[in-house]
C-alpha cells in the first residue's frame, strides 16, 4: 500500500508556471508506476502523464511541451512542472500510483486544484 498527497495547487494567472508535487509514503516508492491525471468541473478525469521506476515518461498529446513529469526516489516524491498555463488548465489535478504490471491505477491522492485565471 502506498499513500499519495498532493501539493502545490493554486491560483495562477495565464502564462505562468506552477509545480505540483506528490509525496509517496508506505512501500518502495520505486515499485511503483506513478503518474499524474487531472479533472476540470463536470468531466472525465484525465491522464496527463505517468513515469516508471527507470525514469521513462509517457506524455498525453495535449501536455506535451508544457507539462514535465519528474522524480526523487531520494525524496519518494513525484513533481509536475507546469508552465504557460491557460485556464483550459483549470482543474483538480491527481496523482497516482500502480505496479508496473497492475491494468489500473490503485493508489490515488486527494488532489490539489489549480486554477488558471486569465
Known amino acids: 500500500q502506498v499513500q499519495l498527497v498532493e501539493s502545490g495547487g493554486g491560483l495562477v494567472q495565464a502564462g505562468g508556471s506552477l509545480r505540483l508535487s506528490c509525496a509517496a509514503s508506505?512501500?518502495?516508492?520505486?515499485?511503483?508506476?506513478m503518474a499524474w491525471f487531472r479533472q476540470a468541473p463536470g468531466k472525465e478525469r484525465d491522464f496527463l502523464a505517468d513515469?516508471?521506476?527507470?525514469?521513462?515518461?509517457n506524455y498525453a498529446n495535449f501536455a506535451k511541451g508544457r507539462f514535465t513529469i519528474s522524480k526523487d526516489n531520494a525524496k519518494n516524491t513525484v513533481y509536475l512542472q507546469m508552465n504557460s498555463l491557460k485556464p483550459e488548465d483549470t482543474a483538480v489535478y491527481y496523482c497516482?500510483?500502480?505496479?508496473?504490471?497492475?491494468?489500473?491505477?490503485?493508489?490515488w491522492g486527494q488532489g490539489t486544484q489549480v486554477t488558471v485565471s486569465s
Open positions: 497516482a500510483a500502480r505496479f508496473a504490471k497492475a491494468t489500473k491505477w490503485e493508489f
Open positions: 508506505g512501500r518502495t516508492f520505486n515499485d511503483y508506476v
Open positions: 513515469i516508471w521506476s527507470g525514469g521513462s515518461t
